[in-house]
């Protein structure tokens, strides 16, 4: 069978891959629709009819590429756990180009809401949703207060990390999501 | 004395005084250099003498303006001192153009190398230093634990309010800064 006549998942899957693995190889500045077409053999086209915009297409082809690097490991410590997902998303941010991607895409929705809107669909809403679903279940079996706002602790681990990467006043590195954990999980007060 | 006579002192508060109230007034999209002139009655050779550019113009305006509207109170109870700072924090992003503000230079910098430097240098590293000075009073009278990482802490206040700012998944209000407090006072663990 010709690639012409691939099923259609099978073409999507590959058009997200390529798209993932050149935002994380080469950043935002070298992605272009022709480069993605170029990779995955599927025709601009094809790749038009599906993602309304590069940023789009970038986007949904990153969440794929990085959902298994940034899986929540479920060991029974959710502190444990915690702590190695945010040593693989802080390593994620600085070892790759996916970092200054990210900044870049977040930086260009404050004026384009069509990204803004790309962005929080695609990418930061199902995160979120992710990462409030393994506090939750550390909320059911015991292990975080029963009455906890897991939203707010979103933004105080991965949105504090976010912070240093878009303002990038002090170091974003392992003893930093160390210290966030260590914040929530011993309280600040003497 | 005419205007043209006055200490150049004066005029540069007057310059930086214009400038931080078109920015919170009327926002990043309606700030102009001829528009901060008009205002002050300077001329806009001597606002391009002293300042860069527009963006490093409307950063130090802007931090002069807020700067008593974000004072830290010091009513002697660190968390109370916190969570009043904090509300005007979230009311000044909210119900001026601050937060819109702030958001699209943030959104530029991270493609404009000299705008990330005049925003760390100008705005966001000033504002680091006086919060963390405010923890770091609250350590020294063992009101806050002897060994905590006060640089941490601001990620997970105020940098977890740009994280909302920024991406506005989830509301930025009162309720928000309140739980980001009791989160780390409280402690999350069960």
Not at 35 to 63: D, H, N, Q, R
Not at 152 to 181: E, K, N, T
């Amino acid at each position: 069978m010709g690639r012409g006549r691939r099923p259609s998942a099978e073409v999507r899957d590959e058009v997200l891959q390529a798209a993932g693995d050149l935002l994380v190889d080469q950043g935002m500045g070298a992605f272009t629709i022709e480069k993605v077409a170029a990779l995955s053999g599927a025709s601009k086209m094809t790749i038009y009819k599906w993602w309304p915009s590069k940023g789009a297409l970038a986007l949904e082809g990153y969440f794929s590429a990085v959902e298994s690097t940034l899986a929540f490991p479920d060991t029974g410590n959710v502190r444990a756990d915690l702590r190695s997902q945010l040593h693989a998303f802080v390593d994620l941010l600085s070892m790759t180009h996916a970092g200054r991607a990210l900044a870049q895409l977040i930086g260009q929705a404050q004026t384009d809401p069509d990204l803004m809107e790309s962005y929080r669909a695609t990418y930061s809403s199902p995160r979120r949703a992710l990462a409030v679903a393994r506090l939750e279940a550390a909320v059911a079996i015991g292990q975080l207060r029963a009455d906890l706002d897991a939203e707010s602790v979103v933004d105080q681990l991965w949105g504090a990390c976010y912070h240093r990467l878009l303002i990038p006043d002090r170091p974003l590195d392992h003893d930093f999501v160390d210290a966030l954990v260590a914040n929530l999980f011993g309280g600040v007060g003497a």
